[in-house]
């Protein structure tokens, strides 16, 4: 098996100083591409404790042989999202692979219940899911579209795809059923121009920021098993296996499509 299908490739991953950003650009650099590592703090495996290989994941991937470039950068803002790809078209002068994976159930919110959120809160959710993964695929698609190929994989939730029965979390699960149904959507238009577009939705994930916020506990995680037919949480790299399906020949007839990644947590 070519364990370098990806040679030649330029992949962006947003979101990419840790965690599941983190371990979709090393695997798409051991399968052979040239990786651009996004994030709006490039050292922020530092804030979690998560240890890299390398002084900093740029280094991890030109480690495994690959070129890399870091690009510091808020995917919520337009102008940003059109700069960073100025760039990367300046430096490979192609864009082949977009993984959005930046965005998260971040802050603390005084209520996320559906009747009761906060403006504020609910606009910045939105922005940092939703937002931010429309605006990077708008300025992609134009080089896509000229070259005759992409591949983009956007990242969304099991909190996307159901509702919890108490109202909960409501920002983030309805900004990331958006993305789900903006994968749809782009989809049907970028088809004709040999560009795939999907989109997975990682279940209950051992990354960086949730072992720190008690995940990994014993207590915690043997709840969570119970509930998931594997009978185990997921690592980053079973994200990432799906996400080489996704952007690889493996995938040449598969557009507009949501995968969960989940051991089976969301049975539908």
């Known amino acids: 098996m070519d364990t370098l299908k990806l040679s030649g490739r330029v992949a962006l991953v947003t979101g990419a100083a840790r965690g599941l950003g983190r371990a979709y650009a090393l695997h ?3 399968l052979g591409a040239d990786v651009v590592i996004n994030d709006i703090n490039l050292n922020a495996a530092e804030e979690y404790g998560e240890e890299l290989t390398a002084e900093t994941v740029m280094a991890e991937v030109e480690m495994l042989g690959r ?33 959005n994976n930046a965005g998260g159930a971040l802050g603390k919110p005084k209520s996320t219940l559906a009747s009761e959120a906060s403006e504020d809160y609910y606009r910045y959710i939105m922005d940092i899911n939703l937002t931010g993964t429309i605006f990077c695929c708008q300025v992609a698609s134009k080089p ?3 070259a005759g190929f992409g591949r983009i994989v956007n990242v969304s939730s099991q909190s996307g795809m159901w509702g919890g029965r108490n109202g909960g979390g409501m920002p983030y699960k309805v900004a990331k059923a958006g993305v789900i149904q903006y994968t749809r959507a782009l989809a049907g238009e970028l088809g004709p121009y040999g560009i795939n577009v999907n989109c997975i939705a990682p279940g209950w994930i051992l990354s960086s920021r949730a072992i ?9 995680r043997s709840a969570l098993e119970a509930q998931i037919p594997l009978r185990r949480l997921g690592v980053p790299e079973d994200c990432a296996k799906v996400v080489e399906f996704l952007v690889t020949d493996l995938s040449n ?3 507009g499509q949501c995968i969960p990644v989940c051991g089976g947590y969301v049975a539908f």
Do not use: N
């Open 28 to 30: 798409l650099a051991k």
């Open 212 to 220: 720190a916020s008690g995940r990994g506990d014993e207590k915690t």
């Open 253 to 255: 007839y598969v557009t």
């Open 144 to 146: 896509m579209k000229d």
């Open 67 to 99: 070129r890399s470039l870091g690009i510091q950068a808020d995917v919520t803002k337009r102008d940003d999202v059109v700069a960073m790809f100025d760039q990367i078209l300046a430096h490979f002068g192609r864009i082949d692979i977009l993984v």
